[in-house]
């Protein structure tokens, strides 16, 4: 059984996996509805409401999503978002994991977002009137951020305070040293250099966010950090065959640095010839992998005097992904049957 045709009616539990939420198409109107509702979020914009409706409807909704979509165009495949094809494989893929289990067979897994479709409000609405009493909710950002993971928990609470018969409700907060994560990101490392070669530098490239986020409390930037050493450790690189970078860069704000197009470039300079670059925010391939790694930062390597640059792919929905998130909810849906 599929997830996205998945019969909830007979279950009493279920797996959310969520990702962040994607356009529906990649036209300017798509874009600029997925921008307005992505970008009205406090979480994730924190300067004044009225203040930032001012900018957003004026210098950003305007402008940027002509620019986003014609970005988006050049990612869209078979017909969709790269995220939202790869949400529903890792959904279905973990679905054929858990049933295959002797233990676990009575788990829906599905897949959700924060922001678009399929939407996680409209998921828990279906797993309500199913009648699942169930829910684990697994945001599939590996660290957390009030940014992006914090917005998960905001939008199932909001949700939550609409019920009256409430289901048992558990969220994973985060994975960014689980043993199977850096264990996957490291093997996805070294079968590709079987496949390519190993380069001169490895860089992690991660998702950033604005400096003064970091300085309020948010953690997302030491998980990183500790993702990244973990990943080179496993791989047992000396400290200048790698570094951590940051991009994905928005507003006028500072973001936390190293920037990865300033790095690449100032390797370029420094006489670095190749670099595999990977990027251990993202569970799945998106816009900010296959658009801005892919391809933009790649001029930026290649134009600055580097000669090798190469995209090492998400894990996307690979078995030790998957497994990986098996071995997250196995506990929790073992202490469910303890209290069902
Ligand atoms: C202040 C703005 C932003 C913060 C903070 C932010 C945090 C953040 N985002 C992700 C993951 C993704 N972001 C993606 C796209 C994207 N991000 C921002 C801005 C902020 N993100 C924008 C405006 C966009 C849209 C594209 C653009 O206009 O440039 C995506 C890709 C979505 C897709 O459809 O493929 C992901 C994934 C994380 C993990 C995070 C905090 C750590
Ligand atoms: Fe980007
Ligand atoms: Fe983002």
């Known amino acids: 059984m599929t997830s996205n045709s998945q019969d909830t009616s007979a279950i ?43 900018i957003l409807n004026l210098f950003v909704l305007p402008f940027r999503p002509k620019r986003v979509a014609h ?12 995220m939202r094809l790869i949400l529903n494989a890792q959904a279905n893929a973990l679905q054929q994991m858990l049933d295959f289990q002797i233990v676990h067979r009575d788990v829906a897994v599905l897949p959700a977002m924060t922001y678009g479709t ?27 951020s009030a940014t992006s993971t914090g917005a998960v928990y905001d939008v199932a609470t909001r949700w939550m305070q609409t019920q009256r018969n409430l289901p048992t409700v558990t969220f994973i907060k985060d994975y960014f040293a ?15 250099q079987v496949e390519h070669g190993t380069p001169d530098r490895l860089l992690m ?32 690189l000396r400290d200048d065959q790698w ?43 998106c816009l900010e992998t296959l658009e801005e790694l892919a391809i933009e930062n790649r001029d930026v390597f290649l134009s600055a005097g580097g000669q090798s640059y190469q995209y090492i792919p998400a894990l996307n929905a690979d078995v030790a992904h998957i ?11 073992d202490g469910f049957e303890a209290i069902s």
């Open 178 to 192: 689980h043993p199977l994560y850096i264990q996957a990101l490291a093997d996805s490392v070294r079968r590709y």
């Open 323 to 333: 497994e990986m998130m098996a071995a997250l909810i196995n506990p929790i849906l």
């Open 243 to 285: 570094a951590i970078s940051f991009q994905s860069r928005f507003g006028k704000q500072e973001w936390v640095k190293p920037y990865t197009n300033v790095l690449l470039t100032e390797w370029a300079q420094a006489g670095v010839k190749s670099v595999q670059i990977i990027s251990p925010a993202f569970s799945a391939d």
């Open 205 to 236: 490239s991660f998702h950033g966010i604005p400096i003064p986020y970091a300085e309020r409390g948010d953690p997302y930037p030491e998980r990183c950090h500790v993702t990244a050493k973990r990943v080179a450790e496993a791989l047992g």
């Open 71 to 82: 970005a988006y165009a050049s990612i869209w495949a078979m017909g969709d978002s790269p």
């Open 118 to 144: 399929p939407s996680l409000a409209a998921a828990l609405d279906r797993l309500s009137a199913d009648g699942v009493e169930q829910i684990i909710i697994l945001p599939l950002f590996p660290q957390y």
């Open 12 to 54: 009493q539990r279920a797996v959310l996996l969520v990702n962040l939420g994607t356009p529906d198409a990649p036209t300017p109107q798509a874009v600029r509805r997925f921008l307005r509702e992505f970008l009205s979020d406090s979480r994730v914009i924190e300067i004044p409401r009225v203040i930032w409706a001012i």
